[in-house]
């Protein structure tokens, strides 16, 4: 069975950093493309970063440009998402996603219907 676990979340101050990983179990994500998306109470699920299966192609939201980098390490079958300068806007349940279907140019590779499989999420919380 295929599953997407993230981890890395937590509790940090404004102005800190935390390194979210997205690992695969059952599968390789070799040959998926993976996004990493965001949801506020009271708001819906939004697109952060995506990359392709290759890592030769990356999008962020505006929200998180120079702040937020995404990575994968296909040997370690991980997708992380370094997240410095952090917000309190930034608090968030974090999801990671993944597709090994070709995103037609019709769908944006940041919004959850490009996507089949989810992970449970993760709390990410910025406060002082």
């Known amino acids: 069975q295929l599953q997407l676990v993230e981890s890395g979340g937590g509790l940090v101050q404004p102005g800190g950093s935390l390194r979210l990983s997205c690992a695969a179990s059952?599968?390789?994500?070799?040959?998926?493309?993976i996004g990493w998306f965001r949801q506020a109470p009271g708001k819906e699920r939004e697109g952060v970063s995506c990359?392709?299966?290759?890592?030769?192609?990356?999008n962020y939201a505006d929200s998180v440009k120079g702040r937020f980098t995404i990575s994968r390490d296909n040997a370690k079958n991980t997708v992380s998402l370094q997240m410095n300068s952090l917000k309190p806007e930034d608090t968030a349940v974090y999801y990671c996603?993944?597709?090994?279907?070709?995103?037609?140019?019709?769908?944006?590779?940041?919004?959850?219907?490009?996507?089949?499989?989810w992970g449970q999420g993760t709390q990410v919380t910025v406060s002082s």
């Open positions: 996603a993944a597709t090994d279907r070709i995103i037609p140019n019709t769908i944006s590779p940041m919004t959850a219907l490009a996507y089949e499989y």
């Open positions: 059952g599968f390789s994500l070799d040959y998926y493309a």
């Open positions: 990359i392709s299966s290759s890592g030769d192609s990356t």
